[in-house]
């Protein structure tokens, strides 16, 4: 999850604010939703965080690092060389953010 991780914040505060603002958590459990709700503010702040460090000029930066997963080799000439390398993990967190929308999908639909 290196440089990925604020979406996992994202996703937390989206789904706290979903159970604690929406009226699924019955009235009784009213310290439940303030917790919940708390958390879900907090997380969101934690999410701008981190995506603020990895973004330091902003949200509209739009530069890419076309070196950010890259290794550099040397061939048999010795010149220097960009070896592309997949990062690990990377096709986990696209499974799991893809399970994750289409849970919130069909979630927020049996709500209402």
Known sequence: M???GSIV???LSVLQAILAFTGVIPPEMAILQTIL???S???FFVFLYFMLKRKPDGFLDSDYSKSERTMRGV???GNTIDLPDKSEGSRWERWASILWFITLIFGTISIF
């Open 2 to 4: 290196t440089g990925n």
């Open 75 to 77: 061939d048999e000439m």
């Open 37 to 39: 709700g708390g958390n």
């Open 9 to 11: 914040w994202l996703m």
């Open 41 to 43: 503010i907090a997380f």
